[in-house]
Structures are given as C-alpha cells and as structure tokens.
C-alpha cells in the first residue's frame, strides 16, 4: 500500500538502498557514460575528429563491446557478483587515463605534438568561468571558453597586478591580446594547431576502436552481473521500488551531471583529459562502498 514507506522501512532495507546508490548504481553508470559520451564527446571536440568518424567508431565500439555484459553476466552466476564488479572498478581507477592518452595518441598525434612544442598559457585578471553561463562575461573567461571547447590546453596563470579585465594568450612565443576568442584561430593554426576536424586512417581508427572497446570491457565487468545482483539484494514485497529509487538515482543524477562536472574540470584546469578526475573520483567512492558493505548474493533464495 506504501511502497517507500516499507521500502525505508528498517535499518538493513535502508542500508541496502545506500549501498545500491553508492556502490553500483553510480559506480557502474560513470562507466558506461565514459565510454559512450565522453568518448564521443573527446573525439568530436578535443581531438577534432569528423563528427561521422567519430560516431562510426564508438559505435562499432559499442557493438563489439556488447559481448562483455553477457560474459561478465554469465560469469557472475559461477564465481559471484561481487568480484567481477570490485575487479572492473580497479581497473577502471588504474586504465581510464591510459586509455584515453591511447586515443589521443592515435586519433590527432598532430595536436599532441602541437601541445607539447608551443603550449598555450593564459595569463591576466578576469580569468573567472562560469559553466552556468550561455557567454562568459570577462574576455579571459571567453578565452578559456574558446580553448575548452577547441579541446586546446592550456595552463592559466591568474595575475592579480593586472588592470581591469586585462589578459593575454600566449601560443608558444607568440602573445594574442584580443577582445574576441576567434583570433586565437590563427595564432593556433600558426603554432601547428590542427583544429578543422580531420579523418584518422584506418590503422589509427583501429586503436582508437580499441580503446574504447577497453572502456567497454570495463563497463561489462561492472554492468553485467548488476541486473541479477539487485532483485537478489532486496527481499520480493519491497523490491520493486527498493532497487529503483538508488538505480534510478544514481544514473540519473551521478552519470547524468558527468558531461557538466567533467567539462567544468577541463575549463578550470586547462587539461581536456582532466575531466576523468570525475569518473575515477565517482569509481573510487563505488569501490570502497562495494568491497565494506556489499553482501554476495549469487545463489541466494529468493521469496
């Protein structure tokens, strides 16, 4: 008659709920969004890839991934649920950065190499962002709005001895001091930034598959033995209600604010691979919860 009510009920069918937010629901669903969103979304803007290109190859990507939630499903019902999982949020914490240097390497090297031989430093006053805003209101924050999403880095050096909104670009040892962030374009274009969006050939399309087929994995190993692990984690009356509000919870608000937090973290900090601070950080939260308060289920009566 009150689902919530008698799902909340006690402290055990509390604790479970916690646990199922915290250690499944918001570990495993960061994965899943790194490797379809974020991926995509790094090859589209940080790396420049053409839109297509970048789409054919996450979703082959995704295809061939499909294979590892039937595997780690599978493998779930014969060595547990909780391994698999606590194994997928460790490699994760230990691969994710990898991985996507992987890609950066072998999507745009030229943008790499262009990033390490003239880098780019934003220096004054102003130099505030604003994820909240449709226009940064200072020239500096527009600058570093104009490089974030060109997937440039940078390193900012705030000045507090500057004047007003007072900033400058540096690109290499060229300076840019503009009131519009489109003439950064061709000082960039001049340092060997490649910023109009390019096809890779097909060898380096491969890797990048590849990596992302990784990230795949890592999700499989942490999805896949999750759909039999929550109907096992709540008793029948009150599970209906009980696995929905943390799943729903943890997906909808941990993995779905991953695309705003992530590129927050690259504005402020200037490094495009910065944003996967949020996955590790959100993963590393799941691991701890997972491995202290977790219980093995598999193999469990159920009513």
């Known amino acids: 008659r009150n689902p919530l009510r008698d799902s909340f009920r006690g402290r055990q069918q509390v604790k479970m709920i916690l646990v199922a937010l915290f250690g ?66 460790a ?3 230990a691969l994710m950065f990898p991985l996507f240097h992987w890609m950066a390497s072998a999507a745009n090297p030229e943008l790499a190499n262009a990033m390490e ?17 449709q226009r940064q209101e200072t020239p500096c924050g527009r600058a570093l709005d104009a490089l974030t999403r060109r997937g440039i880095a ?18 290499g040892s060229a300076i840019v001091n ?6 950064l374009e061709p000082v960039l274009a001049a340092a060997g930034y490649r910023l109009e969006k390019q096809v890779p050939p097909m060898s380096r399309m491969v890797q990048v598959v590849l990596a992302i087929i990784v990230i795949g994995m890592l999700s499989g190993m942490t999805y896949g033995p999750v759909a039999a692990l929550l109907v096992e984690l709540f008793p029948a009356r009150i599970r209906y209600t009980s696995l ?26 200037g490094d495009p691979f910065a944003g996967l601070w949020y996955t590790i950080g959100v993963v590393a939260m799941a691991l701890v919860v997972t491995l202290f308060w977790l219980p093995e289920t598999a193999g469990k009566e159920l009513e």
């Open 24 to 89: 499944l629901a918001a570990g495993l669903t960061v994965i899943w969004y790194t490797a379809q969103f974020q991926a995509l979304y790094f090859l589209q803007n940080a790396l420049r890839i053409d839109d297509t290109a970048a789409r054919s190859m996450v979703g082959i990507a995704a295809m061939f991934s499909m294979f590892w939630f039937v595997l780690f499903g599978w493998l779930s019902d014969r060595i547990g649920r909780k391994l698999p999982i606590l194994v997928g949020y």
């Open 91 to 93: 490699l994760t914490i």
């Open 117 to 133: 031989r003239n880098p780019v430093v934003v220096q004054g006053s102003g130099c505030d962002y604003n994820p909240f805003a």
């Open 154 to 171: 940078y390193t900012l050096q705030p000045t507090a001895g500057w004047q007003g909104q007072a900033y400058q670009v540096r690109v």
């Open 178 to 183: 503009a009131e519009d962030p489109a003439a």
């Open 244 to 269: 929905s509000v943390p799943y729903h919870i943890g997906t909808g608000y941990f993995g779905g604010f991953l695309p705003f937090i992530s590129q927050y973290i690259v504005a402020r900090t």
